[in-house]
T-cell receptor, first 116, second 109 residues
Framework: GAVVSQHPSRVICKSGTSVKIECRSLDFQATTMFWYRQFPKQSLMLMATSNEGSKATYEQGVEKDKFLINHASLTLSTLTVTSAHPEDSSFYIC????????????FGEGSRLTVL | GENVEQHPSTLSVQEGDSAVIKCTYSDSASNYFPWYKQELGKRPQLIIDIRSNVGEKKDQRIAVTLNKTAKHFSLHITETQPEDSAVYFCAAYGNQFYFGTGTSLTVIP
């Protein structure tokens, strides 16, 4: 299947700093990517839909100034957690839909963010 | 919008037995229903999917059934093995993906 790569897999930062997470589609172009947040033993919560060349679409309750999304190319979307606080600690996962086959959704490896 | 419900939230079976996980959806426009397996700390992996023009699909020990009229679909795992232990998510797609709340499956050796 298609490959989506996410980096970094783990990051620890101090409160007040910003952290950038990258999501790349390695073998296909993705005009749309999705960012999810997952709490322990819970489901995937869609945060926003990242659209190449335009503004991201945020889900209700997600602060767009807090979680900056940039989708500058057909293979790269970034999520920046600005002025991170301990409550932002979570598992963040990106995904992209392949244009081949049936358009399945493929996930990145996920990024574990810990804010001290 | 779409609302996907998944049951049960936890499921324990003896090795070799079958496991069934059920999901319901609300939007009749949804036409694609994938199932994902997620092991602890890892990414969700697509294990099987079904489209709205098909009632059943099977891949070795895994099968999915879809009832469009009742708006529910189910995952069936036969001859379960300890490595099947994971969290399973259903999803429904109309214009975007909506995920179920997940089922933690434990296969007891």
């Amino acid at each position: 299947g298609a490959v989506v790569s996410q980096h970094p897999s783990r990051v620890i930062c101090k409160s007040g700093t910003s952290v950038k997470i990258e999501c790349r589609s390695l073998d296909f172009q993705a005009t749309t990517m999705f960012w999810y947040r997952q709490f322990p033993k819970q489901s995937l919560m869609l945060m926003a839909t990242s659209n190449e060349g335009s503004k991201a679409t945020y889900e209700q309750g997600v602060e767009k100034d807090k979680f900056l999304i940039n989708h500058a190319s057909l293979t790269l979307s970034t999520l920046t957690v600005t002025s991170a606080h301990p409550e932002d600690s979570s598992f963040y996962i990106c995904s992209a839909r392949s244009g081949q086959g049936h358009g399945e959704l493929f996930f990145g490896e996920g990024s574990r963010l810990t804010v001290l | 919008g779409e609302n996907v419900e998944q049951h049960p939230s936890t499921l324990s079976v003896q090795e070799g037995d079958s496991a069934v996980i059920k999901c319901t959806y609300s939007d009749s426009a949804s036409n694609y229903f994938p199932w994902y397996k997620q092991e602890l700390g890892k990414r969700p992996q697509l294990i099987i999917d079904i489209r709205s023009n098909v009632g059943e699909k099977k891949d070795q020990r895994i099968a999915v059934t879809l009832n469009k009229t009742a708006k529910h679909f189910s995952l069936h795992i036969t001859e379960t093995q300890p490595e099947d232990s994971a969290v399973y998510f259903c999803a429904a797609y109309g214009n975007q993906f909506y995920f179920g709340t997940g089922t933690s499956l434990t296969v007891i050796p």
